[in-house]
């Protein structure tokens, strides 16, 4: 048996690190540790896209520094994945073979691009921004290319137009109205997307998805609408939203469906296991149904209940929407997410 609880936190996100800290703030002894297979310190996903073109360095993005980790105790392992998790065992597997016993588990995995079906024949030709590594990725091409395309969009997508457009790309966003996500772009706010992307100096291509195919030329690429027109950029990128990564819980006994399913005191169907973020699916008695978020401010707020709860208090979510988001300049009401203008 374990001589002392040790709380293990998959993820680096806002939902992991607000779980980490209110463990610790409850409880000065246990041992905590975050696991992340992302390298980089905790970062502000939504400068990610200024990131992207090169209009902000890798150490402005960051939450916290290394050292308010050791003050606090809290132990980071970046750059290591959780390959399988085994709640009969308490123990997880990291890629490299390491095994890590825990006492509790938190699931705070997040979410990754999802592509849609309709593109999977040209996917390799799409670029996604879940993440630093992406954006990191993306820095050299997006200085050569003088033209890029969007396709979709979804609430991270408006940003980065502004700030493709910011660093002097022409953008041409071919928008897909029927999924754009997580939001409804029925009428008003349709209309009022269009205006300020076009504000924004962006060419809209409005009513042509799906598009058909997206082939590589010599530089570049063909998008191919689905009337047979064509139109050519340097890189092409797909917003979609996201989907929950929970790939690597597949025979762990965790309950899952989009997401981790969790009941309304964050606890999956395993004993000592719980899911918060972006990654779980709360059940909500009331509607005897399953309800997701995305967004910081959720995150946060539910790695901070997820560590109260763990530790005895019994403390649900609030998912009525509260909040007025503005998303570059068009207003939604949402709980959904944080502006951080
Ligand atoms: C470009 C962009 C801009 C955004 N802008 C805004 C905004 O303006 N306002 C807003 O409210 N929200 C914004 N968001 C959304 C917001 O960042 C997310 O909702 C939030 O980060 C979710 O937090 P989380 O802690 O649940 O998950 P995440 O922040 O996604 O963190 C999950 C972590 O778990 C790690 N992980 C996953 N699987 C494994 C594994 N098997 N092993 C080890 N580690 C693993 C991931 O690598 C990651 O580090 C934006 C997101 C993006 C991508």
Redesign the pocket.
Known sequence: MPREDHYVI?????????CAETLRREDSRARITI????KPL?Y??????LF?VGGCSADELTVRPYRSYREKNIRLRLG????RVDPGEKVLY??HMEKVHYTRLIL??????RMLTSHASFAEHLHC???YD??RNLQDKMEKASRIAILGGD??SM??AREARNAGKEVVFILYSSLFWPVNLKEEIHDKVTERLSSLGVEVIDGCEPVSNVAPLEKGYRITLPQGETLEADLVFSFFG?VP????LVGSGINTEKGVLVDDLMRTNQEGVYA?????QIFNPEFKDYWS????????K??EVTAMNLLGASQVIDYQPKEI?EMDGVTIRTS??????
Do not use: M
């Open positions: 998959i993820g680096n996100g806002p939902a992991g690190n607000s696991i992340s297979d992302e905790h502000y996903k939504h400068r990610v896209p992207a290591q994945r959780v390959e990291l890629k705070a995995v997040g979410a990754s691009c921004i879940s993440g992406d954006a609430l991270t940003g980065f996201t990564n929970i790939r690597f918060c973020g972006d990654c779980a978020s995305v967004g910081w401010g959720n995150a946060e539910q790695g988001f959904w997410w944080k502006s951080f203008s």
